[in-house]
């Protein structure tokens, strides 16, 4: 077995952690349940993955079972990587009936035809989802197995889920196989990125509970607001406050728990609005400014801004638009017309 | 009787029983709250600055998260002549004492305990406050 590969196995399994290294294994089923009970799972990473590369050597390991032990650690811990969202497009209305061998195939030939060493994935999951790893090398180097990009599609939506590894040289390449592969006609990148592979699939195919505009107050006993056992000798002299607070909220938020998002990011190309008198910035230029947004679950915070009295209810459109647009990524610019203001650029 | 500002909404005027204590609560983490109460402290009748107001400042556990200066603080305190109660709500123990020492002040204010009035125990707060 090549020593790169054996280097490679090794330290994969020293990410996974120890708990869950037997289970990955049976996954990966590269290697006999026989095999796999001489292993002690309970001695230390070190001498577990030296164990594990021992027996892969028995299995003449090679790198592309490798590669498929490395797609299942990243299928189950996708939250390690930061992922960006694609869309492509069609020209026209012809629905494509899709043909996994055929993607497949189409997919491998346009990048190897680009390029001759690369590495090259696919494993299929439930949900019509498919992870394909590729490992980049140069015409002169073999890939690089440790700087992988990922992606996932799904096979019956126009959206792929990428992971570029930091060579991001190798990208447009990347989009080109996906797009010929998946007979489509072009692809663009949307303003959408997060470590949650999760919830950027909740946002862009709508899976998370959003909130309607109803024409109908809703009656406040039909939601569950729920009360902690209240202490009748407490009084809220502002509930009628809270409860404009809560309804304003629920509009903007929904009822369910929210996407994980960790940044939102707002690039200002506005003009600076001062009083006349201070004289700044008197050569009305655009005044760039990045205003960042971070937390470990923005939009959950979000959410809890206003009832916790940091906030004014409601809050900015330009916060609570983030699910809804599919983008946590935006330009403002100055609105051009007769009244002040701004506008979000597409 | 718990609120976010004041004045308190007018509706409920009838229902209201006779304020003995007034505590405003600042949160040390938010600026935002030391306004707040500034604003409301505007719509308090003078009479109730006899020992019937206190501040109650929280937040004061978590060093690195304070937004509001300590000068700020004291000097709202001598402008309005009323004592500052610093506590952290997040410790137990820290909660139950302030919430003893409210509740003494509070019977104080209401004229429950003979031979002290709430001007006697605000002058001795202060005082007491100063050295």
Same mark, same amino acid.
């Given at each position: 077995m090549d020593e790169t590969v054996a280097e490679y196995i090794r330290r994969t399994v020293l990410k996974i952690p120890r708990d869950e290294i037997k289970a990955m294994l049976q996954k990966w089923g590269f290697l006999s349940q026989a095999q796999l009970e001489t292993v002690n799972f309970h001695q230390i990473k070190e001498n577990i993955s030296q164990d594990v590369v021992q027996l892969c050597e028995e299995n003449s390991a090679d790198i592309k079972q490798a590669a498929v032990l490395d797609i299942i650690y990243n299928h189950i811990y996708p939250n390690k990587r930061i992922w960006s969202v694609y869309q492509m497009n069609r020209r026209g209305e012809e629905t494509e009936v899709f043909d996994l061998t055929d993607f497949k195939k189409k997919f491998k030939r346009r990048l190897q035809s680009a390029l001759k060493n690369v590495t090259i994935n696919f494993r299929e999951y439930e949900d019509n989802a498919i992870w394909i790893r590729i490992?980049?090398?140069?015409p002169y180097t073999k890939p690089n197995q440790y700087k992988a990009s990922y992606a996932v599609y799904h096979s019956q939506t126009p959206y792929v889920f990428i992971s570029a590894s930091v060579l991001k040289s190798n990208l447009p390449l990347l989009c080109q196989a996906l797009v010929v592969a998946a007979n489509y006609h072009d692809i663009r990148e949307m303003e959408l990125r997060s470590h949650s592979l999760n919830s950027l699939k909740d946002i862009v195919f709508k899976r998370y509970s959003q909130s309607f505009q109803s024409y109908y107050p809703r009656p406040l006993q039909e939601r569950n607001?729920?009360?902690?056992?209240?202490? %009748?000798?407490?009084?809220?002299?502002?509930?009628?406050?809270?409860?404009?607070?809560?309804? %304003?909220?629920?509009?903007?938020?929904?009822?369910?728990?929210?996407?994980?998002?960790?940044?939102?990011?707002?690039? %200002?190309?506005?003009?600076?609005?001062?009083?006349?008198?201070?004289?700044?910035l008197d050569k009305k230029e655009p005044f760039r400014c990045l205003v960042k947004f971070s937390s470990p679950h923005l939009l959950e915070s979000l959410k809890s801004l206003a009832p916790a009295g940091t906030a004014d209810a409601p809050l900015s459109p330009l916060l609570t638009c983030i699910p809804q647009k599919a983008r946590n990524y935006f330009k403002i610019r100055e609105k051009r017309g007769l009244l002040p203001g701004s506008f979000v650029s597409p | 009787h718990l609120t976010t500002s004041l004045p308190l909404p007018s509706e409920r005027d009838h229902l209201r029983p006779r304020i003995d204590?007034?505590?405003?609560?600042?949160?040390?983490? &938010?600026?935002? &709250?030391?306004?707040?109460?500034?604003? &409301? %402290?505007?719509?308090?009748?003078?009479?109730?600055?006899?020992?019937?107001?206190?501040?109650?400042?929280?937040?004061?556990?978590?060093?690195?998260?304070?937004?509001?200066?300590?000068?700020?603080?004291?000097?709202?305190?001598?402008?309005?002549?009323?004592?500052?109660?610093?506590?952290?709500?997040?410790?137990?123990?820290?909660?139950?004492?302030?919430?003893?020492?409210?509740?003494?002040?509070?019977?104080?204010?209401?004229?429950?305990?003979?031979g002290v009035s709430a001007l006697s125990f605000g002058t001795l707060m202060r005082n007491s406050a100063d050295e």
């Open positions: 490992a980049w090398g140069t607001v729920a009360p902690e056992t209240e202490d %009748l000798r407490i009084v809220q002299e502002n509930r009628s406050e809270k409860e404009r607070i809560q309804r %304003l909220n629920w509009e903007a938020f929904g009822d369910g728990p929210q996407p994980k998002l960790e940044f939102a990011q707002y690039k %200002l190309e506005t003009m600076f609005k001062s009083d006349p008198k201070m004289d700044v | 204590l007034i505590v405003f609560m600042i949160d040390i983490k &938010s600026k935002y &709250s030391l306004k707040n109460v500034e604003a &409301s %402290l505007a719509h308090v009748d003078a009479s109730f600055f006899l020992g019937k107001v206190c501040f109650l400042v929280t937040g004061v556990g978590r060093v690195n998260y304070c937004s509001v200066e300590m000068n700020a603080i004291c000097k709202l305190g001598e402008v309005y002549c009323s004592p500052v109660l610093f506590c952290e709500l997040e410790l137990e123990g820290i909660r139950n004492a302030t919430a003893q020492r409210l509740l003494r002040m509070l019977q104080i204010c209401a004229g429950h305990i003979p």
